[in-house]
């Protein structure tokens, strides 16, 4: 198992809302944030998120019902709140490209924190894009600490988000027939297109990095809190 | 660049992992999250559970050794065996699969590949094709294949590359593509078949029944064309380990993800 890393002064294990928005398989990330050191709570109300100190949005497939199911739970405005206020966000693949303006699989209008759209791979081998690609770094983030620049992640996707100012958004790139966006950072709004909870060991590191990015803006927030 | 993907097949039965020749003579083998966790420890990119436990009302066992195995092996988990409808589809997905394998239940209603590939997306079904050669063809005639479904026992009459063409605009994200003439044969995968099926279709073809050896893999993405490859006992008897698998795919040019030994 990983080595769970990070400052030996890191406080309690942090709280972490995995948004539960559909019927996909939300057991392996939870399983993947617990045994890096987070506690793990599933959202499904914007309720659930009140204590949470750190916003997992996973998930795959389309947008539109994606969307739909979000606001039937009343989860779009907990979302965009959330990240307005910068607190810390992963976003999983789909999680990842409802961060754009829109997706052009099915049309649908989603969160708008990113410009650019979400965008069919173009010249693809093969689609769906499904299994372990390597993902290439534009710039250093702590999100990949540990990680060799180039290791092998999961995949499995057939669109992907184009963020409009691409220089400072993207993090790392992948290639199926033509480049494409695989990780994007913007202040504490993460969002990976690959599957972390599903990439062996580098995938679990990505995952203890984000936790302990967390642990540190929780940290943080408590002391802002407590001179104030 | 996309690695071709090496996958490991367990056959599960009452929760258990068994092995034996064409459903008889069933032998215990361990319990699945425990070899699970050692096949993706040793470089496994991908693992498939066939269910083929023969009861239905035991079906909630499966759905508990799906979670206990996405507890403990952080790779990709494909379920086959025995779904036939959408809330069935759910309750594997929700227990911890990424994806689920159809097989006799699209051949009798395809309509449950759109509707599955429709809620879940497509990168979530895949449809499993047994495949079994026609009888030589006359000169200038194209070698076909037959759709075979119950383990090989029944034969549909549908054309394997045709199927295969359909059954991808209906919805799959992915073909697992077996020879039923190979399968258990440790005689090589069928590469023409292989080849038949990916040059019609744009989706991942997954290669299964026959594995040997290191070649056979090569061979199958080489010369079959396919994405990734599925083996059962050649792994479970330890005849080759993963590693050997890749180094040889790895010699002979073709990407693959390797894995550090632990």
């Known amino acids: ?228 | 660049m996309l690695r071709h993907r090496v996958i490991p097949c367990l056959d599960v039965a009452d929760g258990r992992v068994v092995k034996g020749t064409k459903f008889v003579d069933l032998v215990d083998e361990g319990d699945p999250p425990e070899l699970a966790e050692r096949y993706a420890r040793e470089g496994a990119d991908e693992l498939v559970f066939l269910d083929i436990t023969a009861a239905p009302e035991r079906r909630g066992t499966l759905l508990d050794v799906v979670e206990r195995t996405a507890r403990r092996a952080f790779v990709p988990l494909t379920v086959g065996g025995g779904v036939r409808s959408v809330v069935e589809m759910r309750d594997v997905l929700r227990a911890g699969a990424d994806k689920v394998s159809l097989n006799t239940a699209a051949v009798a209603d395809p309509s449950l590949v759109s509707r599955c590939a429709s809620r879940f997306g497509r990168q979530a079904v895949v449809v499993a094709i047994d495949a079994r050669r026609r009888p030589p063809p006359s000169p200038g005639e194209e070698q076909t294949w037959e759709v075979v479904v119950k383990g090989g026992r029944e034969p549909t009459g549908l054309d394997a590359a045709d199927w295969a063409e359909r059954i991808v605009d209906l919805g799959a994200g992915e073909l697992l593509v077996t020879s039923i003439d190979r399968d258990g044969t440790a005689s090589g995968f069928d590469t023409e078949l292989l080849r038949s099926i990916s040059s019609r279709v744009g989706v991942p073809v997954i290669a299964s029944g026959g594995a040997a050896g290191p070649a056979d893999f090569v061979a199958a993405v080489r010369d079959g064309r396919a994405d990734a490859v599925l083996a059962a006992s050649i792994f479970h008897r330890r005849i080759h380990s993963i590693a050997d698998v890749k180094a040889a795919m790895a010699d002979a040019g073709l990407p693959v993800r390797l894995v550090p030994a632990a």
């Not at chain 1, 993090?171 to 990780?183: C, I, K, N, Q, Y």
């Not at chain 1, 504490?188 to 599903?198: I, K, M, T, Y």
Request: with cysteine.
């Open chain 1, 1 to 228: 198992m990983t080595s769970l890393g990070g400052p030996a002064t890191q406080p309690a294990r942090p709280l972490i809302a995995v948004v539960d928005y559909g019927a996909g398989n939300l057991v392996s990330i939870d399983q993947a944030l617990t045994t890096v050191g987070a506690e793990v709570v599933l959202a499904r109300h914007p309720d659930d998120l009140a204590a949470a100190d750190g916003l997992v949005v996973p998930g795959v497939g389309a947008a539109a019902p994606a969307m739909s199911r979000l606001a039937k739970r009343e989860l779009v405005t907990a979302i965009l709140d959330w990240i307005r206020t910068d607190r810390p966000y992963l976003g999983i693949c789909l999680g990842l490209q409802l961060l754009f303006e829109r997706s052009d699989e099915d049309g649908a209008e989603t969160l708008g924190i990113l410009a650019g759209r979400t965008s069919r791979l173009v010249d693809a081998p093969t689609l769906p894009h499904i299994g372990w690609n390597q993902v290439a770094r534009r710039r250093e983030h702590r999100l990949f600490d540990g990680i060799a620049d180039g290791a092998d992640f999961y995949f499995v996707h057939s669109y992907a988000g184009a963020p409009a100012d691409d220089g400072d958004t993207v993090l790392a790139e992948t290639d199926h027939g033509r480049p494409f966006v695989s990780a994007v950072a913007r202040g504490a709004l993460l969002g990976v297109q690959f599957h972390p909870e599903r990439s062996g060991a580098d995938g679990l590191r990505l995952l203890e990095n984000f936790v302990a990015i967390v642990a540190a803006a929780a940290a943080a927030s408590s002391t802002v809190a407590r001179s104030a």
